[in-house]
């Protein structure tokens, strides 16, 4: 069955600084890997998705994602965290039953 | 605004009432999805539908139900409420449902929040 974990149920960076959220997912076959944010009160956005082809896929607002089949990993990357990213991050596997994690509480500090 | 909207926003009702809520999906999207996000259970998968059809049936209960109308529009209905359904209830709209060509990507709508005293 597919899931997915997400290791870190929080974290905290210093704005400016740079990040990487955690993503391990059990998937059948060829994952469909994605990213989502949620800001409080709001739906989840995509941030970028992974089907097929290039494992390094870039996404909106400066968030990249490498998938990694031998580790079954699709970490989440910023070089430089701004404090409006702060938000609850969900990967999530899957097509037709997407799967998500746990989530990631990210805080920002000024 | 994402396109899919989701009514109502809140809701308040007693356990062992019935509430139905209601989600637009997104213009073009054939696809509807239903998750639940709770505190304890995260973003739970509930049920999918296409075309009016049910595609796909994740952690759903009995006690809850859902359809899609030839309009396209979707309703999930959910009945003898009990505390722990208190909830975000999100409905979510995609395009193609088995496409793998990058088409099948969920635009969410923004939830309707269920408390159950």
């Known amino acids: 069955a597919q899931s997915v974990t997400q290791p870190d149920i929080h974290i905290t960076v210093s704005e400016g600084a740079s990040l990487e959220l955690r993503c391990n997912y059990s998937?059948?076959?060829?994952?469909?890997l994605f990213w989502y944010v949620q800001s409080p009160g709001q739906g989840l956005q995509l941030l970028l998705k992974y089907f097929s082809g290039d494992t390094l896929v870039q996404g909106i607002k400066g968030f990249e994602a490498e998938f990694k089949r031998s580790q079954s990993s699709f970490n989440l990357r910023k070089p430089s965290v701004h404090w409006s990213d702060a938000a609850e991050y969900f990967c999530a596997v899957g097509l037709n039953d997407m799967r998500f994690g746990a989530g990631t509480r990210l805080t920002v500090k000024p | 605004d994402s396109g899919v909207t989701q009514t109502p926003k809140h809701l308040i009702t007693a356990t062992g009432q019935r509430v139905t809520l209601r989600c637009s999906p997104r213009s073009g999207d054939l696809s509807v999805y239903w998750y639940q996000q709770s505190l304890d259970q995260g973003l739970q998968f509930l049920i999918q539908?296409?075309?009016?059809?049910?595609?796909a049936k994740g952690n759903i209960l009995e006690r809850f139900s859902a359809q899609q109308f030839p309009d396209l529009h979707s309703e999930l209905n959910l009945s003898s409420l009990e505390l722990g359904d208190s909830a975000l209830y999100f409905c979510a709209s995609s395009a193609e449902p088995t496409q793998a060509s990058g088409a099948n990507v969920l635009t969410f709508g923004a939830g309707s929040r269920l408390t159950v005293l």
């Open positions: 998937y059948g076959a060829t994952p469909y």
């Open positions: 539908y296409y075309n009016g059809e049910e595609r």
